[in-house]
């Protein structure tokens, strides 16, 4: 079964910066997209960025735009969030997850990880 299973997450202080790392295992990606959403307390979860596996295309939210950065390693099967200065209204569980390129809908999960930025 495909698996994506993040890591990285944490408590750290408005400013700082943090690195997501999201495995992925169970199936060849190479037609795929690969993206990062999070879900803040009381809100719906949100498209964050996102990366085709060949690093050939890349999106981002606008409220992340100049802060973020995802990448991936498809040697290692291994697609990163890169966090920098982080702010209070970033604190949510991230998730990663995957799509066909012809899909819309992402079909893969992971079960997330938190990250709180505290003040």
């Known amino acids: 079964q495909v698996q994506l299973v993040e890591s990285g997450g944490g408590l750290v202080q408005a400013g700082d910066s943090l690195r997501l790392s999201c495995a992925a295992s169970?199936?060849?990606?190479?037609?795929?997209?690969m993206g990062w959403f999070r879900q803040a307390p009381g809100k719906e979860r949100e498209f964050v960025a996102s990366?085709?596996?060949?690093?050939?295309?890349?999106d981002y939210a606008d409220s992340v735009k100049g802060r973020f950065t995802i990448s991936r390693d498809s040697a290692k099967n291994m697609v990163y969030l890169q966090m920098n200065s982080l702010k209070f209204e970033d604190t949510a569980v991230y998730y990663c997850?995957?799509?066909?390129?012809?899909?819309?809908?992402?079909?893969?999960w992971g079960q997330g990880t938190q990250v709180t930025v505290s003040s």
């Open positions: 997850a995957a799509r066909e390129y012809y899909s819309y809908t992402y079909n893969y």
């Open positions: 169970g199936r060849t990606f190479s037609n795929y997209f």
């Open positions: 990366i085709t596996w060949d690093g050939g295309s890349l």
